[in-house]
Nanobody
Framework: DVQLVESGGGSVHPGDSLRLSCAAS????????MAWFRQAPGKEREGVAM????????YFADSVKDRFDISRDNTRKITYLQMNSLEPKDTAVYSC???????????????????WGQGTQVTVS
């Protein structure tokens, strides 16, 4: 079975940095679009960042561009979300998700993701 397990959330102050991790197990050989989503209370889920595990191509939502970065350790199968200059509006539950792809790029947050983690809370106040 595929499992995505997030970690690294917590409570920080505005301007601080935080790095989230998403450890994947059970994924078959191949390229995947790995993504981070977030959902704040009372708001819809929002795609934050995506990475293609084969090409390394990255894509970011405008709301986090220039502040967040996504990366992956392919050996350990961990996808990271580095969040800098955090703001109260970044407060949300952050979840990682994945789907297998034959494409070199990942651009569609609205696509059906096959695999999801449980999420980790990030609070900025």
């Amino acid at each position: 079975d595929v499992q995505l397990v997030e970690s690294g959330g917590g409570s920080v102050h505005p301007g601080d940095s935080l790095r989230l991790s998403c450890a994947a197990s059970g994924l078959n050989v191949g390229w995947y679009c790995m993504a981070w989503f977030r959902q704040a209370p009372g708001k819809e889920r929002e795609g934050v960042a995506m990475l293609n595990t084969g090409s390394g191509d990255k894509y970011f939502a405008d709301s986090v561009k220039d502040r967040f970065d996504i990366s992956r350790d392919n050996t350990r199968k961990i996808t990271y979300l580095q969040m800098n200059s955090l703001e109260p509006k970044d407060t949300a539950v952050y979840s990682c998700a994945a789907y297998k792809t034959a494409s070199h790029s990942c651009r569609n947050f609205g696509r059906d993701f096959n695999f999801w983690g449980q999420g980790t809370q990030v609070t900025v106040s």
